[in-house]
């Protein structure tokens, strides 16, 4: 506290001599006259008063004015109706109006009744709706047939080479693709024939349960059409064989996840019961929940998704019932493509990377140093034996990996 004390003394002496010395000047060196603002005295010495300025004009400055309802609207937040779904009952008296409205509005609650596809691999899946599309993208453009299972959104591609493709898919070499299965988990078993393999079903894609799928789209769906209002409503360019039909209704949205997604309705509702928000892959049917009713997106552009950046269009050619299955069980089950086999894959890749060649390299130390000649012959024989158990050790690591899933792996040399 005395040191504190010091410090602070010697730094009020210094200042003090500098303001004697002239270092610094002194403010107070001279008194100031004051005089009272306006006096003549005040006039005198040069005092000149101007008027108060105007207040600032709140209309000065011109104001970015944006037309209700144009695309720039939109993005600043404003939110419109959209245009309304052509009422199809408006020639009918009330009664009639009433009870067929009615009578939709149940049809639109009613669900499939179709069986769910099974949610193991291998089995016999069923599909009670065809649907026949065209797909228009820079990697791959024509038709395709897939089928649907009303009662699990479950789809089963045909052909599925062009739509793999278009979505920027590569070509799977020495494979001749049978079809395609789409879980609703976001699960997909591709069964073909392979060249070395023979007849087998790879699991791809993602891991959840058929449940959790329908949940996760279900919510999509709803945050999509609650977007319509406040998104830009502009018409993505389509190609002669997507165009739509010249009464169907455009409507733009985006998904949580920033999608954006443009679909075409046709102004009918579909006679397809089911209690899912979406059937089909690409264009297809689904629920419009503001109008209670089920329609055919007869057109869809998912835009962002070619490659590019570009636009993927679906145009629906037909729907109409129709039941197929396909069975499985005959197919080799390979899951060494599933987001599990990959993971175990890596990690069994940095293990072989890492620590075997880390002991590798100390037995061919230890191999070296034995003593030349006969006298060295029991030493070389215990490390080369250390070397063949580290080779067949990764060697049998390996192999266990592939035969858990599914791929055909030789003997050991």
């Given at each position: 506290m005395k040191r504190k004390l010091l410090i602070g003394g010697a730094a009020v002496a210094l200042g003090a001599a500098a303001f004697a010395s002239g270092l610094v000047p002194n403010p107070f060196h001279a008194p100031v006259e004051v005089f009272e603002s306006g006096s003549p005295e005040a006039v005198a010495s040069g005092?000149?008063?101007?008027?108060?300025?105007?207040?600032?004009?709140?209309?000065?400055?011109?104001?970015?004015?944006?037309?209700?309802?144009?695309?720039?609207?939109r993005e600043l937040g404003e939110m419109l109706?959209?245009?309304?779904?052509?009422?199809?009952?408006?020639?009918?008296?009330?009664?009639?109006?009433?009870?067929?409205?009615?009578?939709?509005?149940?049809?639109?609650r009613e669900g499939s009744g179709f069986a769910p596809n099974p949610v193991e691999d291998a089995g016999v899946f069923r599909f009670d709706l065809r649907l026949v599309q065209f797909v228009d993208s820079r990697r791959a453009k024509g038709k395709f047939t897939q089928y649907v299972n009303t009662g699990d959104g479950s789809v089963a591609l045909l052909d599925p080479d062009p739509t793999i493709?278009?979505?920027g898919g590569l070509p799977m070499p020495d494979t001749a693709a049978h079809f395609v299965l789409?879980?609703?988990?976001?699960?997909?078993?591709?069964?073909?024939?392979h060249k070395e393999i023979g007849k087998a079903c790879a699991r791809t894609g993602g891991q959840q349960s058929a449940t959790a799928g329908q949940l996760r789209l279900l919510h999509a769906m709803h945050d999509w059409q609650a977007s319509l209002a406040r998104t830009p409503q502009h018409q993505p360019p389509t190609t002669s064989g997507t165009r739509p039909a010249a009464d169907a209704q455009l409507l733009r949205g985006k998904f949580p996840d920033g999608q954006v997604l443009t679909l075409w309705a046709l102004p009918h509702a579909s006679t397809v019961k089911t209690h899912l928000p979406w059937l089909g892959f690409g264009a297809g049917l689904y629920k419009d929940y503001a109008a209670k009713q089920n329609r055919v997106a007869q057109v869809v552009a998912a835009e962002g998704a070619d490659l590019g950046g570009g636009t993927v269009l679906f145009k629906l050619l037909e729907a109409k019932a129709d039941t197929q299955s396909f069975d499985t069980r005959d197919y080799r089950l390979v899951t060494a493509f599933s987001a599990k086999g990959l993971s175990e894959a890596t990690a069994l890749g940095l293990q072989l990377m890492d620590e075997i060649p880390r002991k590798m390299a100390d037995v061919e130390r230890a191999l070296?140093?034995?003593p030349k000649g006969r006298d060295g012959k029991a030493c070389r024989e215990q490390y080369r034996a250390e070397?063949?158990?580290?080779?067949?050790a990764a060697h049998d690591e390996i192999k266990a990996w592939a035969e858990h899933h599914g791929l055909p792996v030789p003997n050991r040399p």
């Open positions: 005092e000149k008063i101007s008027p108060a300025s105007a207040p600032p004009d709140p209309f000065d400055h011109p104001i970015d004015i944006v037309e209700s309802g144009t695309p720039k609207a109706p959209l245009d309304p779904v052509p009422d199809p009952f408006e020639a009918m008296d009330e009664a009639a109006r009433r009870d067929t409205r009615l009578a939709r509005e149940r049809r639109f493709l278009s979505l789409l879980r609703p988990g976001g699960t997909w078993l591709v069964c073909g024939r070296a140093s034995c070397r063949r158990a580290l080779n067949d």
